[in-house]
Each structure stands twice: as structure tokens, then as C-alpha cells.
């Protein structure tokens, strides 16, 4: 047989919280019901996720996840983004809910891709699909580029945004002459987006303003352009 549907079924403390949260992305309900069990659908395009409420469920504790394969991962995360920059006035980077940015993944071969974290505490994983996905980009060969990729695998995949501190905070405390310094802003920009994550807002003001002094060409600015564009919306949301 094939043309199979497979629909996650999530845990959540609030079924209201959930549907609020996914209409800002631009999903809508295509069911909900109170009893005997609270549980809702919800769907944007060919995309759809079920939840079901738990009384007393600790978001922060939660194992839930799924993947969902697309061959348009920037052009979702514009979409996620701007529903977020309507609804909030600013993409949600920090607590529960938020959403990463689209980057490489070292663990996934490469392949481009974004987290939400919804009310649930559910990780919604948007991987680039492989069958539609480009040459694999040559694996980062800077010292600040590998650090960088060796970050996002422990916060973008891992959650633990503690160890991806520590990995770009020791790749920080010893610059070269040789460090592009293209990579230098992103690594910045992450480490910003990272102590946001933390709920160190002064940590990552620092962070942005060192990212905003590092000289770059005009080739380089354009390189570092996707990183500013973090920068702007971690900047919105520590105002």
C-alpha cells in the first residue's frame, strides 16, 4: 500500500494553550473535544498534529517530539516567524514556547533545519527532506565553524543549551589572527541566542554588540547577512 498518513499524537497541560500557539503559526483546528478526554487536531497544509491534555503535565519534562521532513525549511521558519512577529511583535527565541533558526545540522548530514518548542514542551524538529535536498555542503573547516556546529548539535538537537555554552565560550576565550571573521558573528549571534535561551539577557547584549563591532568587507557583510537577521530579532525580544 502507500499514501500512508502518519499523524503525532503529543501531551500537553493545556489544550487551549496549545491551539492559541499553532494558530499564531497558521495551523488551524480540524477537531477538539473536552470529554471524556481533552484532545485536538490541528493542521497547516499537508502538516498535522494531534494532542491530548494531562492534568498537572509538566511541560519542562517533557519527552515529546516528531520530525517533519520539508523541502522548503526556510520558507516555513518565514512563515512560523512572521505569525510569531504578528501575534507577539517578536519571534519567541527564549522559555516555553519558542523556535530555533534554520541551520546545518552535523548530525543529520548537514541537512538544514529548525525546532519549535510549543506550550507542551513538545520539540517539533523541521529537517530539510533529503530526497529533495541539495549537495550537501562541504563540513565547516574553520576553528570557530566547527565549534559552531558542535553547538547547535548540543542545543538546536540536544536541548542542552548549558554544553553548547561552554563549547563556544572556550572557541571565545582564544581568538586567532586566522579566525574568519564571518564565523566569529555567528558564533556570537548563537552564543546571544544561547543566553537568551538561559535567561541571561545581559550576557547576550554583550554578545550582540561585540557581533555588531567586528569588521567585515562588503563580501562578508553579505556572508553574515542570515546572522544579522538573528541578531535583529534577538535584539527585538530583549527590548
Same mark, same amino acid.
Given at each position: 500500500?502507500?499514501?500512508?498518513?502518519?499523524? $503525532?499524537?503529543?501531551?500537553?497541560?493545556?489544550?487551549?494553550?496549545?491551539?492559541?500557539?499553532?494558530?499564531?503559526?497558521? !495551523?488551524?483546528?480540524?477537531?477538539?473535544?473536552?470529554?471524556?478526554?481533552?484532545?485536538?487536531?490541528?493542521?497547516?497544509?499537508?502538516?498535522?498534529?494531534?494532542? !491530548?491534555?494531562?492534568?498537572?503535565?509538566?511541560?519542562?519534562?517533557?519527552?515529546?517530539?516528531?520530525?517533519?521532513?520539508?523541502?522548503?525549511?526556510?520558507?516555513?521558519?518565514?512563515?512560523?516567524?512572521?505569525?510569531?512577529?504578528?501575534?507577539?511583535? &517578536?519571534? %519567541?527565541?527564549?522559555?516555553?514556547?519558542?523556535?530555533?533558526?534554520?541551520?546545518?545540522?552535523?548530525?543529520?548530514?548537514? %541537512?538544514?533545519?529548525?525546532?519549535?518548542?510549543?506550550?507542551?514542551?513538545?520539540?517539533?524538529?523541521? !529537517?530539510?527532506? +533529503?530526497?529533495?535536498?541539495?549537495?550537501?555542503?562541504?563540513?565547516? +573547516?574553520?576553528?570557530?565553524? &566547527?565549534?559552531?556546529?558542535?553547538?547547535?548539535?548540543? +542545543?538546536?538537537?540536544?536541548?542542552?543549551?548549558?554544553?553548547?555554552?561552554?563549547?563556544?565560550?572556550?572557541? %571565545?576565550?582564544?581568538?586567532?589572527?586566522?579566525?574568519?571573521?564571518?564565523?566569529?558573528?555567528?558564533?556570537?549571534?548563537?552564543?546571544?541566542?544561547?543566553?537568551?535561551?538561559?535567561?541571561? $539577557? &545581559?550576557?547576550?547584549?554583550?554578545? %550582540?554588540?561585540?557581533?555588531?563591532?567586528?569588521?567585515?568587507?562588503?563580501?562578508?557583510?553579505?556572508?553574515?547577512?542570515?546572522? !544579522?537577521?538573528?541578531?535583529?530579532?534577538?535584539?527585538?525580544?530583549?527590548?
Amino acid at each position: 500500500m502507500a499514501n500512508e498518513v502518519t499523524v $503525532p499524537l503529543l501531551p500537553c497541560a493545556s489544550i487551549d494553550d496549545i491551539l492559541a500557539f499553532y494558530e499564531v503559526l497558521g !495551523f488551524r483546528t480540524t477537531y477538539q473535544q473536552r470529554k471524556p478526554n481533552a484532545c485536538a487536531g490541528v493542521q497547516r497544509e499537508d502538516l498535522r498534529l494531534q494532542f !491530548f491534555e494531562i492534568a498537572g503535565f509538566d511541560p519542562d519534562q517533557s519527552y515529546g517530539s516528531c520530525l517533519v521532513l520539508t523541502a522548503d525549511v526556510e520558507g516555513l521558519h518565514r512563515a512560523f516567524a512572521a505569525g510569531m512577529r504578528a501575534a507577539y511583535g &517578536k519571534v %519567541l527565541v527564549s522559555g516555553t514556547p519558542r523556535m530555533t533558526r534554520p541551520r546545518a545540522r552535523k548530525n543529520a548530514e548537514g %541537512l538544514g533545519g529548525f525546532s519549535v518548542i510549543d506550550p507542551g514542551g513538545n520539540w517539533i524538529r523541521v !529537517f530539510r527532506d +533529503a530526497a529533495t535536498a541539495p549537495a550537501a555542503a562541504a563540513a565547516p +573547516a574553520g576553528r570557530l565553524a &566547527k565549534a559552531l556546529a558542535n553547538a547547535v548539535v548540543q +542545543a538546536d538537537s540536544r536541548g542542552s543549551a548549558g554544553q553548547a555554552v561552554r563549547i563556544l565560550d572556550s572557541a %571565545l576565550a582564544r581568538p586567532r589572527a586566522d579566525d574568519d571573521p564571518v564565523e566569529q558573528v555567528e558564533v556570537l549571534v548563537y552564543r546571544a541566542e544561547l543566553a537568551m535561551v538561559l535567561h541571561d $539577557p &545581559k550576557t547576550a547584549a554583550e554578545m %550582540l554588540a561585540r557581533a555588531g563591532s567586528v569588521t567585515l568587507t562588503d563580501d562578508e557583510s553579505e556572508r553574515a547577512a542570515p546572522a !544579522f537577521d538573528n541578531a535583529a530579532d534577538l535584539a527585538a525580544a530583549l527590548r
